[in-house]
């Protein structure tokens, strides 16, 4: 699926979730909040398409996949997203250990 088909269809899952979104230019990532009692996600529009689904991904990931219908395709990139930002998670929390990929295969052998 393309990111701007899947950008539309978690942008339609986030909204029947009760999200407003807020399409914005600037300097930061993105994320979700509430103001004034309503739930927000801000997305970056200077960021690609990928990068506004992570954020989007994000905001899902914390709430029951079973809250919601979810298009078996769409749930698919979904988990496939989830599984990315868990890489990436655990490399940044490796590196904040200090331990490298190497060292961890040092060890195992």
């Known amino acids: 699926m393309k990111p701007e088909k899947l ?7 986030c909204e029947k979730i009760g999200y407003t979104i807020r399409k ?3 300097s930061f990532r993105g994320d979700r909040c509430i103001v004034e009692g309503e ?3 801000v997305i970056n529009q200077k960021q690609p398409p990928e990068a506004r689904v992570a954020t989007l991904a994000r905001v899902l990931r914390d709430r029951t996949p079973d809250e919601i219908y979810i298009k078996p395709a769409v ?3 979904l988990q496939e997203v989830w599984n990315r930002l868990d890489r990436f998670r655990d490399n940044d929390l490796r590196e904040l250990q200090g331990v490298s990929d190497l060292d ?3 060890s195992e052998s």
């Open 7 to 13: 950008l539309l269809e978690l942008e339609s899952i």
């Open 24 to 26: 914005e230019r600037g």
């Open 39 to 41: 739930n927000l996600i």
């Open 75 to 77: 749930r698919k990139e």
């Open 104 to 106: 961890e295969l040092d």
